[in-house]
């Protein structure tokens, strides 16, 4: 063999080797964007439900056992429950429209954008939610006059101490494992279809 027939059969190799991990660099990308995708999806149809299911809560659970009385504690009730529902029903509502302005056909750099806002945003409804649900549900017991949360006994703020403590731990938890977790997952995805676009 001659010294050209080699070169032209290493350089031929060469844009075979380059062509291969160019596919192969695409199919990564592709499979990349795709589980990206799903997962975005999936956090739309979560954000979906957040907007449905307390309508859905509110009709079958609350208004049929809805009596109106005359006094002090079904109006502290009314006004504790009322002003959570609807607080947190616009926050989920802003977080709604934040989700479905994602588009991952967008840049990288506009996608990390987006989902560090969504995060944000998903967080601070969720604190703030915590803090907020143990005095709408008090609301709800002294709009019902449960016998759970009496204002006749002697001890009528147990059951709110134990709301309290236990949305605390499930707050902490939330907040600290669940919502950061899935939002690490979505971001080091995003940073690794960012990694495969600059090479």
Known sequence: ????????????????????????????????????????????????LELALPIIAVAVFLLPNFEIRNDFWFYLGNLLFWSFFVTTYIWAIQYFRLVHKIDYQQSVFILKKQVAELEKNKLKFKRFGSFLAPAAIAGIFLMMESPIFSTHSILPFLPLGLIIIIFAGSTYVSLKYSIKERFRKLNSEIAEIEQLLAE
């Open 1 to 48: 063999m001659e010294l050209t027939e080699l070169q032209n059969m290493w350089l031929a190799n060469d844009q075979k080797i380059q062509n291969s991990l160019k596919v192969n660099r695409e199919i990564l990308n592709r499979i990349l964007q795709t589980k990206t995708q799903k997962r975005i999806t999936r956090i739309k149809i979560e954000a979906t």
